[in-house]
């Protein structure tokens, strides 16, 4: 197990690529921290963690405000000494047509899905700072290079890759890396909200001929996380069975 003794917190940890990204770090010795708004889903995590013989921690958290994420840092610390990863999954969307955006839809992605990634990495950065080591992967997206419909959120997810490059130059002599991932389509529960007819479009779209699986996004996750992945930051790595190839 390559995470034995390691320590990762996981935002929006309860449910989908979240929660399967804990049980694959949590399958390669790591103990695990789930932070998620939805207490009870985090608490599900953890006890299915747990029963796989895992230490795990849940708590329920607001990454849109600072002084939940030092909360959740300190957690990390206060239950199992350290903090090494630091998964930023944690994610919303409030879709809407530029001209019929209202100023909450906005404001909201904001907050959780850029000043949320911000939030939990300079109080982890601080920590890993101390251990000179760490492990920050952050979640952007495909809708970066733009969407319909999505000018919040895209705008968001292309700030998430601007901030990996920055913080990446900066924290690299303290053994920390920065990277990003941009999933393409994902059978997660945000996106199964979407009509069948525009799921079977968007499906038929990808090369690869299916929609991803939270699986194919915690591998990633996992690998970055590693202490072999040393060499890599700054990066985004774009998980979307081709989808934007050609764009």
Same mark, same amino acid.
């Given at each position: 197990m390559e995470l034995q003794g390691q320590v990762a917190l996981v935002t929006g940890g309860g449910q989908g690529i979240g929660a399967e990204t804990a049980r694959q770090l949590a399958a390669q010795g790591a103990k695990i921290v789930v932070a998620d708004w939805n207490e009870e889903t985090a608490a599900q995590c953890v006890e299915e963690l747990r029963g796989a013989g895992g230490e795990a921690v849940?708590?329920?958290?607001? =990454?849109? $405000?600072?002084?939940?994420?030092?909360?959740? =840092?300190?957690?990390? =610390?206060?239950?199992?000494?350290?903090?090494?990863?630091?998964?930023?999954?944690?994610?919303?969307?409030?879709?809407?047509?530029?001209l019929k955006m209202e100023p909450?839809?906005?404001?909201?992605?904001?907050?959780?899905?850029?000043?949320?990634?911000?939030?939990?990495?300079?109080?982890?950065?601080?920590?890993?700072?101390?251990?000179?080591?760490?492990?920050?992967?952050?979640?952007?997206?495909?809708?970066?290079?733009?969407?319909?419909?999505?000018?919040?959120?895209?705008?968001? $997810?292309?700030?998430?890759?601007?901030?990996? $490059?920055?913080?990446a130059i900066e924290l690299a002599h303290y053994g920390i890396t920065v990277n990003a991932i941009?999933?393409?389509?994902i059978q997660t529960a945000m996106t199964s909200a979407i009509p069948n007819e525009m799921r079977e479009a968007t499906v038929a779209a990808i090369p690869v001929g299916r929609a991803g699986d939270p699986n194919d996004i915690a591998r990633v996750y996992v690998f970055?996380?590693?202490?072999?992945?040393?060499?890599?930051?700054?990066?985004?790595?774009?998980?979307?069975?081709g989808r934007t190839l050609g764009r």
């Open positions: 849940a708590t329920k958290a607001d =990454v849109s $405000k600072q002084g939940e994420a030092e909360r959740i =840092v300190e957690l990390a =610390v206060r239950e199992f000494g350290r903090l090494d990863i630091l998964i930023n999954n944690a994610g919303i969307t409030r879709d809407s047509s530029l909450h839809q906005w404001d909201q992605v904001i907050a959780v899905n850029l000043s949320g990634v911000y939030y939990c990495a300079q109080a982890a950065a601080r920590q890993m700072r101390e251990q000179q080591y760490g492990r920050i992967v952050s979640a952007s997206s495909i809708s970066a290079f733009g969407n319909f419909g999505q000018t919040n959120y895209a705008a968001t $997810k292309a700030g998430v890759v601007g901030m990996t $490059k920055s913080m941009a999933p393409g389509f970055l996380s590693l202490p072999e992945s040393s060499f890599i930051t700054g990066q985004l790595f774009v998980i979307d069975g």
